[in-house]
């Protein structure tokens, strides 16, 4: 199939739809593959979960899924990365658990741009290292979507696997790059993958390393991490993440006073960013009902340790970025 999406393509908005083309990408894998094996960066994201699921459906054991967990994941995600492909779909998978390897690399290191380097970079190693031990895969398969395509003009950054090395020959494998992203869901969708997996909003690629801002300590991402969860959670209570393009918590590197349990209490503030955008190009403010921000509030300054006080980010883009870094 070339790079061009052609006129004739329908737009993939229902289930049955969906089945066609499913049908159509298991021959077309087939075909390709063969009886050789076929290597995929996991992330857990939408794109890379239903090629995934996908490959399972077309050649089962002859993918080889590898999830790589920076220690930067949310809360849960990448327990149902095993869950849903390890335990549900019986997929070939290996979990790293590549945590300490990260933040220890991360230690004291507050720039933005050199954090998501070493991210990325380490990222390659891990995923290279094990790569390496593998024998006989001869295919590199990736959540390539079309936008990546019409906007890298047919070259891309490998945003699943972050860039591979230039002695990993492999040839591709890309069943969904002809589809846009509500595509990509509705096919997720027909083929059995949860709604919470399928309709998980963007989520940059360094994670919770470019929201826990400067220098990330354990301590604090843990926060992070805890008051993030809150936030989905009440924004799926409220049927706030029907409207809600993108919604996430981001914790500064300084400490204000509080009050707790008659005490002076130092913590840090967790900032809300709720936006909603068509291309990420712009992005205007989401306006929250103020007993939604009291509830989360309360909630986050009560069950996570370390933090004393929310916020509520009013800047939209321009001239606010999405991400704080």
């Known amino acids: ?3 061009v ?7 993939i908005t229902t289930p049955e739809l969906a089945e066609k083309f499913i049908e159509e990408q298991i021959a077309e894998v087939r075909a390709q593959v063969g009886d050789k094996k076929v290597l995929l960066a996991l992330s857990g994201g939408v794109d890379s979960s239903v090629v995934a699921a996908l490959l399972i459906k077309a050649i089962g054991k002859q993918l080889v899924c590898v999830h790589v967990n920076h220690g930067l994941m949310r809360k849960g995600e990448s327990e149902q990365v095993i869950e849903v492909f390890q335990n549900q779909l019986d997929a070939n ?4 658990d590549a945590t300490d390897r990260f933040l220890d690399l ?3 290191v507050s720039e933005p741009e050199k954090k998501r380097k070493i991210i990325g970079g380490e990222f390659i190693k891990v995923f ?8 006989g895969i001869s295919f590199l398969a990736q959540g390539t979507i079309y936008p990546d395509i019409l906007e890298s003009d047919g070259v891309k950054a490998h945003h699943n696997v972050g860039g591979l090395p230039e002695d990993m020959q492999f040839e591709l494998v890309e069943p969904v790059k002809l589809l846009y992203k509500d595509e990509v869901r ?4 027909a083929l059995g993958l949860p709604a919470s997996m399928v309709d998980r909003q963007p989520f940059p690629g360094p994670g919770l390393g470019v ?3 400067g220098a990330i300590t354990r301590d604090r991402l843990n926060a992070l991490r805890e008051a993030d969860a809150i936030l989905r959670e009440e ?5 706030l993440n029907e409207t809600v393009w993108q919604y996430f918590i981001a914790v500064p590197d300084f400490k204000s006073v509080g009050v707790k349990d008659s005490k002076r209490y130092e913590g840090w503030p967790a900032i809300i960013r709720a936006v909603n955008t068509t291309d990420a190009m712009s992005a205007t403010i989401e306006e929250i009902p103020y007993e939604i921000l009291h509830k989360i509030t309360a909630r986050i300054t009560a069950e996570v340790d370390g933090i004393n006080r929310v916020l509520y980010d009013l800047t939209p883009k321009p001239i606010g970025t999405i991400e704080w870094e």
């Open 1 to 3: 199939m070339s790079n």
């Open 5 to 11: 999406r052609p006129d004739s393509m329908a737009r």
């Open 93 to 96: 998978l290996i979990y790293i």
């Open 106 to 108: 991360l230690a004291g």
């Open 128 to 135: 290279d290292e094990e790569a390496s031990k593998l024998e």
């Open 186 to 189: 509705v096919v997720g969708k």
């Open 211 to 213: 929201r826990c801002l």
């Open 235 to 239: 924004f799926d209570n409220a049927k």
